[in-house]
């Protein structure tokens, strides 16, 4: 089955740029999602297809997707923004849906 | 506004059974695929179950396979998830969330609602 590999934890300042990364063999080949959830809330979509933005979340958030690996870009970071990410797919091989292990965003 | 909203949890005794309801509204349901999903504490998301809009095609994960069932009632416009022979594993936040036919992402979740299997 498949397997996203996520950095735990990164930090950044505010106002700094923040890369999470999401590891999986064969990317190329599958649309990568990512979520956004805060304390005690359900997740939020942030990027859809790799790269595509639902209507509400700010132009900050981009993502990309490039051979092996995905990633979500935060840039200009706020205090907002503290919460744990994680990466999405559709594991058609199986007919699952895969996660990520999550990363916990903290702004200093 | 378009929502979902789970309910339904609560405590129960390992080898119990409960069922999980999410009430759909403000959107048409038949347009999407409805899924549950669960997260220990402190823990990750942990995709459950999926239907597609017409029920033709159901998934499980393996976790849970031939113990949960995923239903839905267009008409009602809620999803439910009868769970049997529960574990102390399968505490959790349940969580629903649709995907819109011929995508692979989840757009729209509902607040979760709590199942703790413990004696």
């Known amino acids: 089955s498949y397997v996203l590999i996520q950095p735990p934890s990164v930090s950044v300042a505010p106002g700094q740029t923040a890369t999470i990364t999401c590891g999986g063999r064969?990317?190329?080949?599958?649309?990568v999602h990512w979520y956004q959830q805060k304390p005690g809330q359900a997740p939020v979509l942030v990027v859809y297809?790799?790269?595509g933005r639902p209507s509400g979340i700010p132009e900050r958030f981009s993502g990309s997707n490039s051979g092996n690996t995905a990633t979500l870009t935060i840039s200009r970071v706020e205090a907002g923004d503290e919460a744990d990410y994680y990466c999405?797919?559709?594991?058609?091989?199986?007919?699952?849906?895969?996660f990520g292990s999550g990363t916990k965003v903290s702004v200093l | 506004d378009e929502q979902l909203v789970a309910s339904g949890g609560g405590p129960v005794k390992p080898g119990g059974s409960l069922r999980l309801s999410c009430a759909a509204s403000?959107?048409?349901?038949?347009?999407?695929?409805l899924n549950w999903f669960r997260q220990a504490p402190g823990k990750g998301l942990e995709w459950v179950a999926s239907?597609?809009?017409?029920?033709?095609?159901?998934y499980y994960a393996d976790s849970v396979k031939g113990r949960f069932t995923i239903s839905r009632d267009n008409a009602k416009k809620s999803l439910y998830l009868q769970m049997n022979s529960l574990r102390a594993e399968d505490t959790a936040v349940y969580y629903c969330?649709?995907?819109?036919?011929?995508?692979?992402?989840?757009?729209?979740w509902g607040r979760g609602t709590l199942v703790i299997v413990s004696s």
């Open positions: 969330a649709r995907v819109l036919e011929r995508n692979w992402y989840f757009d729209l």
């Open positions: 403000g959107f048409t349901l038949t347009n999407y695929s």
């Open positions: 239907i597609t809009s017409d029920s033709r095609y159901i």
């Open positions: 064969y990317f190329g080949s599958r649309s």
């Open positions: 297809d790799d790269w």
């Open positions: 999405q797919v559709w594991d058609s091989s199986i007919l699952h849906y895969v």
